[in-house]
């Protein structure tokens, strides 16, 4: 036998290379590269779950914050659309107001109303028998008066003030008749009440036989008495002195109501 001979016999008695066994498989080196390659991607994946997942969450819950926010910031824009409107509403009723005040005499014009509807009933050769303020027969002040009872109108509540006048005349239907048409041209918005008209003297017939028929001496005389209400709007000063005064009135009873407490 050669030397070759007896290493080829020692080679191919020599035993293979033992592996470790795990639930009987043999982990060889290419099983466990496998295995190990296997390990890795799961750990990596575990790994990138813990750390992805709360990122996660939280991103969606910043979504949903700006969501709210967005939310927010449109119903502020549109309470603030609304405040617009309502301002300028404020500034168009307020234009109204001032329009509307304007058709009323400015109150100065008030002192000289006797005077001017004195000079009416001259005109109409009328007798002005009486004209003092109502509120001096009755012993009270002669200022105007407020408006506060809705008689003119809800709208004219705290807005203008009034003064009524006791008037009393004389003069024919027609005299009387014309000066009654006569208040209107006066500069203060005024109104008649409580109107009554008497004749005062019988008229006087006198026959004339030539026509056959009764000629009327003279026109009969009527005694009107009526009260006389006038109208004046209440000056910027007033009304913000008003403004002022109804607001103080509301604070009030908000102070009042927080007493202090104690002391231990």
């Not at 009260?227 to 009135?249: D, H, W």
Request: hydrophobic share 40%; aromatic share 8%.
């Amino acid at each position: 036998m050669t030397f070759a001979d007896d290493f080829a016999l020692e080679g191919g008695l020599a035993e293979a290379p033992e592996y470790p066994t795990i639930f009987g498989v043999s982990i060889s080196p290419t099983v466990g590269g496998v295995l190990l390659a296997l390990a890795g991607l799961a750990g990596g994946a575990a790994i990138g779950w813990y750390m992805v997942k709360p990122a996660w969450e939280n991103l969606q819950a910043k979504e949903t914050e700006l969501e709210n926010v967005q939310s927010q910031i449109e119903r502020l824009r549109s309470a603030q659309q609304e405040i617009s409107r309502l301002v300028a509403e404020q500034q168009q009723l307020e234009v109204q107001k001032q329009e509307i005040l304007s058709l009323f005499a400015a109150q100065d014009k008030e002192d000289t109303y006797l005077y001017d509807f004195a000079r009416q009933i001259e005109a109409r050769r009328g007798v002005l028998v009486k004209f003092i303020p109502a509120a001096a027969e009755q012993g009270k002040p002669a200022d105007s008066e407020i408006v506060q009872d809705g008689s003119w109108g809800d709208a004219a509540n705290g807005l203008l003030q009034t003064r009524k006048y006791d008037v009393a005349m004389e003069g024919t239907f027609d005299q009387t008749q014309s000066i009654i048409r006569s208040i209107e041209a006066l500069q203060l918005l005024s109104a008649v009440k409580n109107f009554s008209s008497q004749v005062k003297e019988e008229q006087v017939l006198l026959y004339d036989p030539a026509k056959t028929a009764f000629i009327p001496l003279d026109k009969p005389k009527l005694a009107t008495t009526f009260t006389l209400e006038t109208l004046v709007p209440r000056s910027a000063k007033e009304l913000e002195e008003a403004a002022k005064a109804k607001q103080g009135a509301k604070a009030a009873p908000a102070a009042g109501g927080a007493q202090p407490s104690p002391a231990k």
